[in-house]
């Protein structure tokens, strides 16, 4: 049923798969931290005026968010078809004209002010007052039913089966925009359990007694395992949500849930914090000193995600010590003191994994001609310089690995200690082949998810494994 009546469309959830405020206090929580106490006292004083104050600090780019492509389209259509079209929405009024500006489809908007929030009945009224002679209206949810009601024809736009029954009930539907089935795949990607695989860093510390072992020992470190991986989903979840402009304009992570709009940036918010706590109630089990490296954690890969990302060189050195501190941890859960060599090991190639991360996001970048990573402090012109850092460190870390295996704890402790020498080998192969994948942009963001994919890494753990095996018996 097609209709010539004035369209006003909602913003939030409708036009774009996301929230203004949510996005907008995330962007008041990255940017001022501390004016975030002041939240609730502009509360106190209205949503209205709460969204006004935050738009006075925090700009967001319409060009970036996750519009809702098929709804944008026919919109183009019945704009092109001469049909009067209204933005009509509850966020406030900054956003919404940088929104119409943006598309160019929109005769007018309506949006919150300082003092009047434009939702439900406050919408209705407001629109009301522009087409008094009769609307169309297209929404998502709930509170869009008054507006509805009083609609000459609804547009549902991905709303619930429950409120979508009801208006087509009573109203004739335009067209209607149905939502993706519910599914726990976005959520999956969201917490990254595939990025858990790091933290089996903790059970490093166990290699070189690995024949004196308790099993108490292993489950504390199946414990470390667990917490570190609660923590890591938390913050990857608050990750996303800060970087999302950023994500938005790189060609693969712009898919992520939270940047595309497949998942709300409120769960985020309200999930981060649950598994957080999850995370340090596991410690209550577990030596305290574990307790403080999993913190140091914590604080470390926040402050990287709201600052020190920003900065070349401080970020690969920070990266570097987050996959050192989950050997720490796994050390502290099992009561030992980690070894210097196994430390040594791990700041050689961790900085060169993390180098290899960003040579791979500006290897991308320089493909798309643009001149650096949006967010990063980084240029494409800086490629072979961490390039070079980067294969520097890694062959570092295989010569540690050889004075490492000629040390007196590692003589003493295995039978035919003469075949661990595999280990070298088998070590700068796959830092090589880390390096030339690189090198021919086949490397993904992230290394160590490349290597769980890539055969040639498998059989290199797999020989690896083998190797140590038979130094053992």
Known sequence: MQSTAP????????????????????????????????????????????????????ALNPEALPYHAELLDYLKVQH???????????????????????????????ASDHARNLSGHNKLHAIRGCCPEGFAYAGNDRVDEPIWASAQSAILVNAPEAVAARVAASKPVEAEFAAAPASL????????PHQWLKNLLVFLPLLPIATSASPAMLGMALLAFAAFSLCASSVYLLNDLADLEADRAHPRKRKRPF??????????????????????????????????????????????????????????????????????GGAAAISVIPSFWILAFSMFIFFSLALAKRYAELHAMRTLDREGAQ??????????????????????AVLVMALYLNSPEILGRYPHVQLLWGVCPLLMLWVSRIWLKSARGEMTDDPLVFAVRDRMSRYVLVATVGVILAALL
């Open 7 to 58: 369209l006003f469309v909602d913003l939030d959830g409708t036009l774009i798969k996301t929230d203004l405020l949510v996005e907008s206090f995330i962007g008041l929580l990255k940017r001022y931290p501390l004016l975030v106490l002041q939240v609730p006292f502009w509360l106190l004083r209205g949503k209205a005026y709460l969204k006004h104050r935050i738009a006075e600090r925090i």
């Open 185 to 192: 795949k976005p959520w999956l990607k969201a917490i990254r």
């Open 259 to 328: 940047a595309s709009g497949s998942l709300p940036a409120l769960s985020g918010l309200l999930l981060a914090p649950l598994l957080l706590v999850s995370a340090f109630a596991l410690t209550l089990w577990m030596p305290w000193q574990f307790a403080a490296v999993l913190g140091i954690y914590w604080v470390s890969t926040t402050a990287y995600t709201f600052l020190l990302k920003r900065y070349a060189l401080i970020d690969v050195v920070t990266l570097a010590g987050l996959y050192t501190l989950r050997v720490l």
């Open 80 to 110: 092109e078809a001469g049909r009067p079209l209204y933005l009509a929405t509850a966020s406030n009024s900054r956003y919404a004209e940088a929104v119409a500006a943006h598309l160019g489809i929109f005769e007018g908007v309506l």
């Open 375 to 396: 967010g990063r402090g980084y240029q494409v012109v800086d490629l072979s310089t961490v390039q070079l850092m980067g294969v520097a460190s890694g062959y570092l």
